[in-house]
């Protein structure tokens, strides 16, 4: 079936003189997807800068394709779709709509949605994939309407760093000493290690296997890993932890600064090889990333975890992460 001719339930019809145009690349369209996507989700701003290092750095194989809406010269939504680089198909898509909130319920996230899945067409989708956080009634209604089912669900929880008491967790990474193993900052690993780079991506790549994901995993090359990281405008290579066994590196967690707002940071992956699991090693470098924030005056450091993951979640939970409203990934296949 024609994506473009779906059998949904009525709805508004889209306001007159609605145009929706491709996205040019230009200085001005950067900023005004930007700031259609930040009025929507002003608790995770973006900059042009971040959509911009995104751009450059996408794998030659992923496929995106932007639109911007606009009513009277003004840009008043913005849509995407594209391909995940780590649960890569040729035939399988995001979709991605954004209407500024004062015309959410007019038509227009509907009509960009059909003009974005109609430009799908061509590629010859078997699956698309979209996320709403489950506060958003409109959204969950706009994707149930269209056919999604939810099939994975993250906590999002904040931790309140000014408020946490490290007293408890005093010794804790001592212990770990005594038992052979450290947590060094990145920023040193690169430094003194020339083997570095390489090891961190064989790290990643086995810590990401155990992440859940809705899709197969696709590894990440080195070479994308390492522009992704070592590149980002975000990198914080002092608020990079890595624990070690000796020479080898056993597990890692990332902070990432926000080019928004100084005093948020957003946690990457946290995670521990299998056969050092148990030993305290998750925690210890979860306190090191609060260390770390505490010493740069950082309010809040936000983190997602699959909502079956107790493993990591009793972690967050035992130091002081405060659950938010869940974000929900839905598909729809076809």
């Known amino acids: 079936m024609s994506l473009s001719r779906e059998k949904i339930a009525p709805r508004a019809p889209a306001p ?33 800068d971040e ?18 809406a606009e009513l009277d010269g003004a840009t008043v939504a913005y849509g995407n779709y594209h391909q995940f680089e ?46 709403a956080r489950e506060d958003a009634a409109r959204s969950l ?63 990643d790549v086995e810590l990401t296997r155990d992440v859940p994901h809705p899709e197969p995993i696709t590894a990440t090359t080195r070479e994308s890993f390492e522009a992704w990281i070592f590149n ?33 940071l957003y946690t990457g992956l946290t995670g521990v090889r299998r056969a050092y699991r148990r030993r305290g090693i998750a925690l210890a470098l979860k306190l090191r990333d609060i260390a770390y924030a505490r010493e740069h005056g950082v309010r809040v450091i936000k983190t997602w975890n699959e909502a079956n993951n107790r493993g990591m979640l009793s972690i967050n939970e035992a130091l002081g992460f405060v659950k938010q409203p869940a974000w929900i990934t839905f598909v729809k296949q076809l």
């Open 232 to 264: 980002n405008p975000n990198f914080l290579p002092d608020g990079y932890f890595v624990a070690l066994d000796g020479p080898d590196y056993v597990g890692s967690s990332a902070l990432w600064r926000s080019q928004a707002d100084s005093g948020e």
């Open 51 to 68: 959509w911009r290092f995104g751009d450059a750095n996408r794998p030659a194989h992923i496929k995106m394709e932007r639109w911007l």
């Open 86 to 131: 780590g649960m890569y198909h040729p035939r399988k898509f995001g979709v991605f709509i954004a209407v500024l909130p004062a015309l959410q319920g007019r038509g227009v996230g509907a009509a960009l949605y059909d003009h974005v899945v109609a430009a799908l067409d061509r590629h010859g989708p078997i699956s698309l994939r979209a996320r």
């Open 141 to 203: 209604r706009f994707l149930a309407g269209r056919g999604y089912r939810e099939d994975m669900r993250e906590w999002e929880s904040r931790l309140d760093v000014a408020a946490f008491d490290p007293a408890p967790y005093a010794g804790h990474e001592a212990a770990l000493r005594a038992d052979g193993l450290r947590i060094a900052p990145l920023a040193e690993l690169l430094e003194r290690d020339p083997d570095c780079r390489e090891k961190l991506w064989a790290l």
């Open 16 to 48: 007159a003189g609605l145009v929706i145009r491709p996205f040019s690349g230009g200085d001005a369209d950067y900023a005004a997807a930007v700031d259609v996507v930040n009025a929507v989700f002003p608790e995770y701003p973006d900059t042009v």
